[in-house]
């Protein structure tokens, strides 16, 4: 089993759409999860830091962590065109910090 | 605001070429990452570096990569002799406490190895 699983997608959706994406993993060990958003061909751009069970709102984002269902979503209202890049969750799986990354869900917003 | 930032932006080498990455990590950070992501693949972690040492390393680090923070801002990753499947995007990142903070990325080094 995959410690961190993630749709691939390609997710579309029309402008304005409440976007939603999700994640699993396997290990209730884990604890922080983050949200990177990737533009082709950049680098992985931090959206959202969460610590355990419940939700986060920065801006029209929403992080929620379910631990009890190993379920980490991303929500996305009033979506953007701008918005269409690769969502990659990721959570630190040892004290180093390092990171284990879901395969990521490209978005596509159209205008 | 601080960023991650990486040079060169492109390498193109000879498959046998020794590379070196460059990266100059967030000033007050004190965890250092290497990750890799090949074209249409998840971002992998390589290496974490702390205290001036590795801390952690994958499968894929394996003896033709090396790491290193010459001095008190730059971290390279070093590829011994450069192979096909060593193609790839390169990452840095750097955290200010390990797992306990997040973690931030630099804009990348696409090697491509001919």
């Known amino acids: 089993q995959k410690e961190v699983e993630q749709d691939p997608g390609p997710l579309s959706v029309p402008e304005g759409a409440i976007v939603s994406l999700n994640c699993t993993y396997s290990?209730?060990?884990?604890?922080?999860f983050m949200w990177y958003r990737q533009y082709s061909r950049k680098g992985p751009e931090l959206l959202m830091y969460?610590?355990?069970?419940g939700n986060k709102e920065d801006g029209r984002f929403t992080a929620q962590v379910d631990k009890s269902s190993k379920y980490i979503s991303l929500f996305i209202r009033d979506s953007q065109p701008s918005d269409s890049a690769t969502y990659l969750c990721?959570?630190?799986?040892?004290?180093?910090?390092?990171?284990?990354f879901g395969q990521g869900t490209t978005l596509q917003v159209k205008p | 605001e601080p960023e991650v930032t990486q040079t060169p932006s492109h390498q193109v080498t000879q498959m046998g070429q020794e590379v070196i990455l460059r990266c100059v990590p967030i000033?007050?950070?004190?965890?250092f990452y290497w990750y890799r992501q090949i074209l249409g693949q998840k971002v992998e972690f390589l290496v974490s570096?702390?205290?001036?040492?590795?801390?952690?390393k994958s499968e894929i680090f394996d003896d033709q990569f090396s790491v290193e923070r010459p001095d008190g801002s730059n971290f390279t990753l070093k590829i011994r002799s450069t192979k096909l499947e060593d193609s790839a995007m390169y990452f840095c990142?750097?955290?200010?406490?390990?797992?306990?903070?997040?973690?931030?990325f630099g804009q990348g080094t696409r090697l491509t190895v001919v």
């Open positions: 990142a750097s955290s200010e406490d390990g797992m306990n903070t997040e973690a931030f």
């Open positions: 290990n209730s060990a884990f604890q922080y």
């Open positions: 969460t610590y355990s069970s």
């Open positions: 990721a959570t630190p799986s040892s004290n180093t910090g390092k990171l284990i």
């Open positions: 000033s007050n950070h004190l965890y």
């Open positions: 570096f702390y205290n001036n040492e590795i801390s952690e």
